[in-house]
């Protein structure tokens, strides 16, 4: 975040317009010599670019360095100035009010040393940041991965694939097929739900009666114009089907890059800040849309005949629409992006077909037209009131950040506080005590404005012993949305339960307690920000059967493949998956993804696995499991597979 800012900074002192950044400006090298021990030398060479000018070494332009190493293991200390070499000259940059820089405009050399202070890696990874500009163009701090061999190292003994699993033949065959599939029809609902939702927004609402009589007015026969209308229809649902197509083709390059997206922590923070401006929007201060020009382009293609001037009509819907469909498309998205494409695609199915559907059934039958309420002020109400939902949202992706990083700003009481407000706010907006730009005063109160103010209140009450530290605080039917139940401002929180205490992020140690107890072990793939995890844990491992078989009968070990905390240098690799993908593993989360895509199959979590001590698969893996019987019965089926492997090997 240091080096995101100080870019920033930099980038907006600059008074000119700046060219695309040519990731391919510079070509680097890396060597490494050892000078004494657990001292050592990294050079980076590289024979330069006659088109560029390459900043030395030592600069510091506006407070930011023009070249850093960054190491995970802050451990290794870097030490500074850095040697350089090359024929290097003073540059006066215009940007900086002409302060000289020492640049190189052919080959150059930038050594720095570094001292260790534990154990010696075989292979240091790290990341060489250097900048490189010219005239008034300036490109601050640009990313050189890089892996060097250290003389004396010592290579890691972390293993990410374990060859004794045998995946497709475990001792038993309980368990899940596929628990990649698990909760589809659930997604594809919330999709339904986000498209509805969409259908009554001031963007969408007054095109359904226009468009279909467009359709059956227009057409020469009822039938063509039935046809045509379900046509359109069946366009708006391949639309939003395609819009995940790019989710696949990243997902197929590396498995689980949608979960590091979904966790990452200033990608998060960047979402809760895009929620809190789309909230805004709904608050009438200003509209969201995409170029109006685009739109332009595709509405004079809708008018073309036959199928192209149909699917012209249906894209032209789904961008004039933006402004109100996209921050619960942004909701959608974001919500499943750790489940995986195929679940992004199910959810953007259930919302397409959402959107779609009216106009195919008010084609069929006209006459329900007549029932529709009119367009009115009641459309901005259903705008304001998803403001404050997208409000309520953006708390989730900032509390996904807390969670991870391990902050501590955003604990339960205070998430379910700022819940609360946003309950209340809603409340007092339909009862007419607020009121935003567009909106008239509220004169009277309709069945449906009723309604939902009694729906509002009731949850904004349900929410509020959420802030105590009661045993009413344990609210089940939002379990797992909120942080974890033990993560309170409470120094003692009463629905903390501390009945399983999992090994967090040792497997090894895992594996050897499991030896000396002669138990198999429960593997739990998990992660800070998963809502079905804490679900599970909250929900069905305080089930008094499930939590003294996991007490009694396994060594349990949580591996979190969303944690941030860097890998002793040591155990850092660059490794080749399976599929011939090479990625570095640098943090702990790195590890246990890999160790899970690579022995498991799977990117999604949680998900759970029982192996024996001598690393044999006992079991087909469980997902997740809202019914504590049917997680019992997988428990008790792992146990009894112990027990058969276990006589198998002494016969």
């Not at 391990?406 to 609360?420: A, D, H, P, T, Y």
Request: charged letters at 20%.
């Amino acid at each position: 975040m240091k080096y995101f800012l100080g870019s920033l900074l930099v980038l907006i002192l600059m008074n000119s317009t700046v060219k695309g950044q040519d990731s391919t400006a510079y070509k680097w090298e890396v060597s490494s010599k050892k000078i004494q021990d657990k001292v050592y030398e990294l050079t980076f060479t590289t024979a330069g670019n006659n088109n560029w000018q390459l900043y030395g070494a030592n600069e510091s332009i506006s407070d930011v360095p023009s070249v850093e190493i960054e190491l995970a293991d802050s451990s290794i200390e870097i030490n500074k100035p850095f040697k350089e070499t090359g024929e290097g000259k003073a540059f006066k940059n215009p940007v900086f009010d002409n302060a000289s820089f020492k640049v190189y405009e052919g080959p150059a050399s930038f050594t720095a040393t570094i001292t260790f202070k534990g154990s010696i890696p075989a292979v240091l990874l790290g990341t060489f940041r250097f900048t490189y500009g010219k005239g008034d163009e300036f490109y601050p701090l640009n990313a050189y991965a890089f892996s060097v061999p250290l003389e004396g190292g010592v290579a890691t003994t972390s293993k990410v694939k374990v060859e004794s699993f045998d995946l497709k033949n475990p001792v038993s065959s309980c368990g899940d097929d596929d628990t990649g599939g698990k909760g589809l029809f659930s997604i594809f609902l919330l999709g339904m739900l986000g498209g509805f939702i969409a259908l009554f927004t001031p963007c969408v609402f007054p095109l359904i009666p226009l468009t279909v009589s467009f359709f059956t007015k227009k057409s020469q026969h009822k039938k063509k114009g039935i046809a045509n209308a379900t046509i359109y229809g069946l366009f708006i649902f391949l639309i939003y089907i395609l819009l995940s197509i790019p989710f696949h083709l990243i997902s197929g390059v590396n498995p689980e890059i949608l979960n590091n997206i979904s966790t990452n922590v200033w990608l998060n923070i960047f979402f809760f800040l895009i929620f809190v401006f789309f909230a805004i929007s709904f608050f009438g201060y200003f509209e969201i849309g995409l170029p109006s020009g685009l739109a332009n382009k595709i509405d004079s293609r809708s008018g073309m005949s036959s199928l192209g001037g149909i699917f012209f009509m249906a894209l032209t819907l789904a961008i004039v629409s933006f402004s109100c469909t996209g921050p619960i498309l942004g909701s959608l998205l974001a919500g499943t992006a750790a489940e995986g494409a195929w679940p992004l695609t199910v959810g953007l199915a259930g919302f397409g077909l959402a959107l779609a559907l009216p106009f195919a059934l008010f084609a069929m039958f006209p006459g329900w037209l007549q029932s529709l309420p009119k367009s009115g002020g009641w459309l901005t109400s259903v705008k304001v009131v998803l403001g404050f939902l997208e409000l309520a949202m953006a708390v989730k992706f900032l509390s996904n950040a807390d969670l991870v990083k391990q902050w501590g700003f955003l604990k339960r009481e205070v998430f379910m506080g700022i819940w609360v407000a946003v309950g209340i706010l809603i409340v007092l907006y339909l009862l007419g005590k607020i009121r935003f730009p567009h909106d008239s005063p509220v004169k009277k109160f309709s069945k449906t404005r009723i309604a939902f103010i009694v729906f509002f209140t009731v949850a904004t009450l349900y929410f509020v012993p959420g802030l105590t530290n009661t045993h009413s605080a344990n609210l089940r039917l939002i379990s797992g949305f909120p942080p974890p139940l033990c993560y309170s401002l409470y120094k003692n929180p009463v629905n903390c339960e501390k009945g399983i205490e999992p090994l967090r992020n040792d497997y090894e140690e895992a594996l050897q307690l499991a030896k000396k107890e002669n138990k198999p072990v429960l593997i739990d793939f998990t992660g800070w920000a998963c809502v079905n995890c804490r679900r599970m844990e909250e929900n069905v491992w305080t089930d008094e059967k499930v939590g003294e078989l996991i007490k009694d009968k396994f060594i349990i070990v949580s591996l979190y493949v969303d944690e941030r905390r860097a890998l002793p240098a040591t155990q850092q690799v660059e490794y080749t998956t399976k599929s011939g993908v090479q990625k570095k593993i640098i943090t702990v989360g790195d590890k246990w993804a890999t160790f899970q895509s690579e022995n498991f199959d799977a990117v999604a979590q949680p998900q759970y696995a029982i192996i024996s001590p001598d690393e044999k698969i006992l079991t087909k893996t469980k997902g997740y499991t809202p019914s504590a019987k049917e997680f019992a019965q997988w428990l008790e089926c792992g146990i009894d597979a112990y027990k058969k492997g276990t006589q198998t090997a002494s016969k």
